[in-house]
Structures are given as structure tokens and as C-alpha cells.
T-cell receptor, first 109, second 117 residues
Framework: GQNIDQPTEMTATEGAIVQINCTYQTSGFNGLFWYQQHAGEAPTFLSYNVLDGLEEKGRFSSFLSRSKGYSYLLLKELQMKDSASYLCAVMDSNYQLIWGAGTKLIIKP | GAVVSQHPSRVICKSGTSVKIECRSLDFQATTMFWYRQFPKQSLMLMATSNEGSKATYEQGVEKDKFLINHASLTLSTLTVTSAHPEDSSFYIC?????????????FGEGSRLTVL
């Protein structure tokens, strides 16, 4: 079956760095996405990785290793507004998105 | 970035009534739109894939007669929850894929919170 695993919840301190991991087992692979979702709102796109390596976008970076079925989202210089759920999603061979359950990130002052 | 608008954002209805939710792509054409359902603290669950000019493709376990999807134009898809019951109360989200965005990037509507009394 298809499976996306990510931690349920993480806590970090304002100004610090946090890494949210995602492992996946899917039927084929056509890219991995990270989305941010604040409570009661729809997800917003953060990053897309289809090749191995690190993609950096400001305070956020996303890493992919296809051979290991592994990705992480790295958030630097954490701000209180970064408190949200972070969803990992993989596009399978049928171009369907398989979603993880999301990681709730709690930022403390 | 591309904009997807969803309406209404919140709706409360009585049990047994039908509710229509609209999803519009405002600045791009979307041959395909997706409808999701999300329960509190759970992941997005794909309900159906809406294809312009043809029948929607429903995921296993989703009742097509209860959740009617119409994709009559390249910028509008609608989801109608027929004969709604309290267990249909949920957060419904639509999304569309823009050809202009990064490959496969999905843009989401704001979501519609349905409460059935």
C-alpha cells in the first residue's frame, strides 16, 4: 500500500531551527510537496522536490532522497507565525497526490 | 500566484437539505479540479477528481449520488452535498492545478466549513 509518515507534533523555540521529516512508500514517484496549513484554513504551497538534493527558499528549505524515500522540511529563524501544520504529499505514478497526516508545529517564545 | 476562490466559506444547514459549494479558478483555466474533505486533526482526504466536460472520478467509499460534482466550465467546479446529515459536517476544500505554476503545483481554495444541524 501507499504510505506517508511524518511526526504528529513538534515543538520548537522562536528564533531556532526545526526539521520536519517525511518518509514515503508509494506506487511510483512524480515529486514531493510540502504545504503549510494554519488551523481552519486551506493549505498553502511551500516547496516541490522531484530531484535529489536541497531546495532553498528563504527561511524554508526542503530536501529529498528518492533512494531512501525520505524528505525533510527545514525551517530557520522560527517565528510565531510559523505555528501551523506542515503537510507532506507525494505524487504517485498516476499523478495523484498521497497526503501525510501532517505535523503540527508549536512555536514557543 | 494563481488564485482559487471557494464559496461559501462557512455554511450551516438543517439536516435533509442540500448545500452547494463553488470552486473557481480566477486567473487560470483548470481542466481538472480536486475536492477534498478534512476532519479535525486529520489529513486531507481526496473525495473526487472533477474533469471539465465529463463525469467526475470518485474515490473509493465516496457516494457519487450524495456528493454531486459538476465541472461545467474551465474555471468553475461545484460540489453539492445532497440530503446533508450531521456526519457530513466537515471542512471541504477544492484545488486546481495551474499550468503556469511549478510542475504539478496545486492551488487551494480557502475551504468551506459545513455544519449540519
Amino acid at each position: 500500500g501507499q504510505n506517508i509518515d511524518q511526526p504528529t507534533e513538534m515543538t520548537a523555540t522562536e528564533g531556532a531551527i526545526v526539521q520536519i521529516n517525511c518518509t514515503y512508500q508509494t506506487s511510483g514517484f512524480n515529486g514531493l510537496f510540502w504545504y503549510q496549513q494554519h488551523a481552519g484554513e486551506a493549505p498553502t504551497f511551500l516547496s516541490y522536490n522531484v530531484l535529489d538534493g536541497l531546495e532553498e527558499k528563504g527561511r524554508f528549505s526542503s530536501f529529498l532522497s528518492r533512494s531512501k524515500g525520505y524528505s525533510y522540511l527545514l525551517l530557520k529563524e522560527l517565528q510565531m507565525k510559523d505555528s501551523a501544520s506542515y503537510l507532506c504529499a507525494v505524487m504517485d505514478s498516476n499523478y495523484q497526490l498521497i497526503w501525510g497526516a501532517g505535523t503540527k508545529l508549536i512555536i514557543k517564545p | 500566484g494563481a488564485v482559487v476562490s471557494q464559496h461559501p466559506s462557512r455554511v450551516i444547514c438543517k439536516s435533509g437539505t442540500s448545500v452547494k459549494i463553488e470552486c473557481r479558478s480566477l486567473d487560470f483555466q483548470a481542466t481538472t479540479m480536486f475536492w477534498y474533505r478534512q476532519f479535525p486533526k486529520q489529513s486531507l482526504m481526496l473525495m473526487a477528481t472533477s474533469n471539465e466536460g465529463s463525469k467526475a472520478t470518485y474515490e473509493q467509499g465516496v457516494e457519487k449520488d450524495k456528493f454531486l460534482i459538476n465541472h461545467a466550465s474551465l474555471t468553475l467546479s461545484t460540489l453539492t452535498v445532497t440530503s446533508a446529515h450531521p456526519e457530513d459536517s466537515s471542512f471541504y476544500i477544492c484545488s486546481a492545478r495551474s499550468d503556469r505554476g511549478e510542475s504539478g503545483e496545486l492551488f487551494f481554495g480557502e475551504g468551506s466549513r459545513l455544519t449540519v444541524l
